[in-house]
């Protein structure tokens, strides 16, 4: 997956530094996350990489999105 487009901004700035960016690791729910201060969903990552909305991973969230509109 490309995220180039985060890089260097807001708390994405450390991965400027390849040795921090080298820090990376699994957390206990499935995250990519580098320290306290990056963590990338999973889901969020799905969804980015199948281009889907929420609502098409998570159903409950249909009848939610109906129910306020």
């Avoid at 890089?7 to 499935?30: H, S, T």
């Avoid at 999973?42 to 199948?50: E, G, K, N, S, V």
Wanted: a negative charge; aromatic letters at 14%; charged letters at 30%.
């Amino acid at each position: 997956m490309d995220l180039r487009d985060l890089v260097g901004k807001g708390v994405f700035a450390l991965w400027k530094d390849y040795r921090e960016f080298q820090n990376v690791y699994i957390g206990p729910g499935g995250e990519i996350a580098w320290g306290e201060e990056i963590d990338l969903c999973p889901d969020a990552l799905y969804l980015r990489i199948t281009g889907k909305r929420p609502e098409e991973l998570f159903p409950k969230l249909r009848e939610l999105v109906v129910q306020y509109a």
